[in-house]
């Protein structure tokens, strides 16, 4: 686990920021949006891995609440941060892996394995995040079989959700 300080941060300080993602993995294993949202800011910006993107505390709430009533209830959420970046003393860059461990299972598998970029700050005297980023490790060209497999989703996806092109560059210039 690394961890650059400038002077001004302190040891209480990275406590604080490595505590956050333990309250966000808390308020997951309890099924509570609300609980998994409450680090964040009320303008968090948050991706999921899957690319869908929410705005704001409440809105990573709702949008979690059906999840932890549905498909994702009885999972817990496991991981760790493994690196805390001061890019300012009220703001810190954190790298996080996790995994998701399914009802019924003891560990998560490698599918379920992730890795978070988040985006501390420090206002008020308090820290929070205000930026998530979740992307599922799925690494390409280590095999065959599995640069096949990943082609094959590919194509899948395509096929299945198939989206305008230049939609999310579009989306981009309008803010959403």
Known sequence: MQSQSTSSNTSSDEAAIRDLYHQLMAGWNRGSGQEFAAPFTETADFVAFDGSRFKGRQEIARSHQPLFDTHLKGTQLVGDVTS??????????????????????????????????????KSGGEWHLDAFQNTRVRPIGRSTAGTLLWLGFDWLWKLLHHMPAGSLRSAAKHGA
């Open 84 to 121: 805390v970046r001061w890019l300012s003393p009220d703001v810190a860059l954190i790298h996080a892996v996790g995994g998701t461990v399914m009802r019924g299972k003891s560990a998560p598998t490698a599918e379920r394995d992730s890795i978070q970029t988040l985006v501390a700050i």
